[in-house]
């Protein structure tokens, strides 16, 4: 696909704010806060259109809940860095525009060798990355991005078997490498197929399935 079409189609309004939370694995009033502020702040991730994510939009609220669930970075620092990088670094999505680095209470960026706090507007000693959530975000050559969002742990042991990219499925949730929705696995499933008969059937490994299965379980997610 060329890239200009892709561009498109990642911008595309594809997902519902609840469909985001269950994908995210996030609290549906805590995904509304970020996309809309309440009508008291600025949203913290602006929607592709009223109530609907585009597929760049679900990456940055990845990251943002990086920065808030995981390193439990206070939301005026989020806020302040988004800021920074809107004056510094202009870009329609600032989070995934640059290589983000926090301490656990800053948020930092690189540029020429030198260390900006995007936070203070100052300099800072790094001592923790990022760089867990940011792995579930590949990049290809041709600037495509696929998503391997978290099934049970935010941990690096997590395996990358459930995808998210628009270019394959229309964007719902597959079997990594394939175009097998999750959600007919777990119907399949919960209609009592078993797991060897589903894994046979599709030319697929037992944790293949068993990781379909419980991405749509949707377990609360550990943080």
Not at 20 to 25: E, K
Not at 46 to 60: D, G, I, R, T
């Amino acid at each position: 696909m060329e890239r200009s079409a892709l561009t498109e189609l990642y911008e595309l309004p594809a997902y519902g704010v609840p469909e985001a939370a269950r994908y995210l694995r996030t609290p549906y009033q805590t995904l509304r806060y970020w996309l809309t502020g309440f009508g008291r702040m600025e949203p913290i991730v602006k929607m592709a259109a009223p109530n609907h994510l585009s597929y760049m939009n679900l990456l940055e609220c990845h990251m943002v809940m990086a920065m808030r669930e995981v390193h439990h970075l206070r939301l005026p620092k989020v806020r302040r860095a988004l800021a920074s990088l809107d004056r510094l670094f202009p870009s329609p999505h600032p989070f995934l525009s640059r290589v983000l680095e926090t301490n656990g209470v800053d948020i930092i960026t690189q540029e020429l060798g030198k260390m900006i706090n995007l936070s203070r507007d100052g300099q800072f000693e790094i001592t923790s990355f990022l760089t867990l959530h940011l792995q579930r975000i590949e990049i290809s050559s041709s600037g495509g991005f696929k998503f391997f969002p978290f099934v049970m742990n935010r941990t690096s042991s997590e395996p990358k078997y459930i995808l998210i990219d628009p270019t394959v499925g229309f964007g719902r949730p597959v079997i990594a490498g394939t175009g097998i929705s999750t959600a007919t696995i777990a119907a399949r499933f919960n209609a009592r197929e078993s797991v060897d008969d589903l894994a046979e059937e599709y030319g697929r490994t037992k944790r293949e399935i068993e990781e379909a299965i419980r991405w749509e379980q949707a377990i609360p997610i550990a943080a």
